[in-house]
């Protein structure tokens, strides 16, 4: 069995019915998109390393209503990207994935200069890429030129 | 009295402030290193000299306006850079490529990338002392920057890919170029090995320095040339096969034990692998359009998202866009591969010694503007 069913079999059992969609096309460039709370993020992850995943990207998306985190997991099979979308309210707080993924660390570093989100329990939360003593986030839609600010509804409703 | 001296702890960690200007941190890398004598304790390197918030850049341009941006994320592959923007919103906004296009933007990506792989082995053997190799390879080099300054009309900051295309068809010139150019490469690879791989000095400095082991690749999520020098064969051009990638017969090189020379090994022979591409590209080039005409030319994709990943000199990278539904992206992230690769230097640099830190870093193969974005 490939590591994908195995990992999504297992998720299925850990969230709600609908939170994992498939993408047999391959369209949006992942297989499987899992919707996952926020408490729910560190089994989640522990999971996808058990499964012998890796993890591939850490980013935010900043909607009016709600931040989102995406987490790409790969493994070294053919197509097998799995997206892990975390719904994380611009006064949440959510855990870190350092003590479960080593390179979640300089990525949650870089998420934090971006979008201003602290992550729970990082060692290190020095600005990665923006000067040290910055305290703008240059990717929150408040910040400089925006184009478009919308709520989620409108993008993915 | 006696049982109250202790002995006195004596601190004999002593920080060294390697780069951002050092000429072997290629680019604006600046390491701290905690040194206990010659014995590295503790590596943390400081990135961000380079930023230039291409991210919030993406945001607030047209999605045909990003294109110059690609090129100068990773300055030494912006044709591959550029060649997987461009996919990533074709596939985002359904636009179709003709089959000549497609041709030629592998054969130039291979070009840019054994163009990447002779820069980083030059530069590579005179970080050890080597000068000679050095010229060799810049010598080599130039005759791909000919080739592609012949189409592209520019060195080092392509911009040849459009939605749909190129910008300009290549002609006969351009082939027979590319095909002697391969020839030519080819027969340089004794002098190579001759120079460099059978050189004791060379393998010396760098057979079982700095290995990798696949469990510390997977932790730090290093990918490319140096996860497949411990053993793994992951190329994102076998494992999600875009453009026409699945219709060339090429290897993916591996290493056994991920050190320095494994790395060193795995970058020559891919070299030698992207010859093979471009020589059956070149036999197969169809005749027809270089551009799809019918390409919008104010690119509004729909309301959605694509994580679009390609396989750039350095590793998987991938372009992650959200659209809604304007000209303007609602989000653009970059996967970069030397975020990963950098950062498991901070592992691997424990307990090795200063000179072989630079044979290290050296092998490892990061472009630093590409991590600050």
């Given at each position: 069995m490939a590591k994908k069913d195995e990992i999504v079999q297992k998720l299925r059992t850990m969230l709600p019915e609908d939170a994992v969609s498939a993408d047999e096309a391959y369209k949006a460039g992942v297989v499987f998109s899992v919707r996952v709370p926020l408490a729910k993020l560190r089994d989640a992850a522990s999971a996808f390393n058990e499964a012998g995943f890796y993890l591939e990207s850490i980013t935010g998306l900043d909607f009016k209503d709600t931040a989102e985190l995406v987490y790409h997991f790969n493994c070294y099979?053919?197509?097998?990207r799995i997206a892990v979308r975390v719904l994380c309210g611009h006064d949440q707080t959510p855990k870190t994935l350092v003590d479960i993924f080593a390179s979640a660390e300089w990525q949650e570093r870089e998420v934090r200069d971006f979008f201003g989100i602290r992550f729970a329990d990082n060692p290190d939360m020095r600005p990665l890429l923006l000067?040290?003593?910055?305290?703008?986030?240059?990717?929150?839609?408040?910040?400089?030129?925006?184009h478009a600010y919308h709520t989620r509804e409108e993008i993915y409703g | 009295m006696a049982e109250q001296f202790q002995e006195p702890v004596v601190e004999q960690i002593y920080t060294l402030n390697l780069g951002?200007?050092?000429?072997?941190?290629?680019?604006?890398l600046r390491v701290l290193l905690d040194l206990d004598g010659e014995f590295i304790v503790k590596a943390d390197p400081v990135v961000g000299y380079g930023h230039r918030g291409h991210e919030k850049m993406g945001e607030n341009r047209l999605y045909k306006q990003f294109i110059p941006n690609n090129s100068r994320v990773d300055y030494l592959s912006g044709m591959i850079y550029n060649h997987g923007f461009c996919l990533a919103v074709e596939k985002l906004a359904g636009i179709q490529v003709p089959e000549r296009a497609k041709y030629i933007r592998v054969i130039c990506s291979e070009l840019n990338r054994i163009s990447s792989h002779l820069l980083w082995f030059g530069t590579y053997v005179m970080d050890l002392g080597g000068f000679t190799p050095f010229l060799y390879a810049f010598d080599d080099r130039e005759q791909i920057l000919d080739i592609l300054d012949r189409v592209s009309g520019s060195r080092l900051t392509y911009s040849y890919c459009r939605f749909g295309g190129v910008t300009k068809d290549v002609d006969w010139q351009f082939l027979d170029m590319t095909a002697s150019f391969v020839k030519r490469l080819r027969s340089r690879w004794p002098d190579y090995h001759n120079l460099v791989t059978k050189n004791v000095i060379f393998i010396h400095r760098t057979r079982d320095v700095g290995v990798v082991t696949p469990e510390l690749a997977r932790q730090y999520g290093v990918t490319g040339p140096n996860l497949r020098a411990c053993g793994i064969p992951f190329d994102t051009r076998k494992s999600?096969?875009?453009?026409?990638?699945?219709?060339f017969d090429f290897k993916v090189p591996v290493g056994s034990k991920g050190d320095a020379l494994d790395r060193y090994n795995v970058r020559v022979e891919e070299m030698e692998q992207s010859c093979r591409i471009i020589e059956q590209a070149l036999d197969q080039l169809p005749k027809g359009d270089f551009i799809n005409g019918d390409a919008p030319f104010k690119v509004k994709p729909p309301k959605g998202e694509v994580y679009f990943a390609f396989e750039s000199a350095r590793g998987q990278t991938a372009y992650y866009l959200v659209s809604d539904g304007s000209g303007y992206a609602y989000r653009c992230h970059i996967r970069v591969p030397s975020f990963g690769n950098l950062h498991v230097l901070t592992e691997v640099l424990k307990g090795t010694l200063v000179a072989d830190a630079i044979s290290i870093l050296g092998s490892i193969d990061v472009v630093i503007p590409e991590i600050d974005r």
């Open positions: 099979e053919p197509k097998s000067p040290e003593d910055a305290d703008y986030h240059p990717l929150q839609k408040t910040f400089g030129i925006v | 951002p200007q050092h000429p072997s941190t290629h680019g604006v999600e096969p875009y453009e026409v990638y699945d219709r």
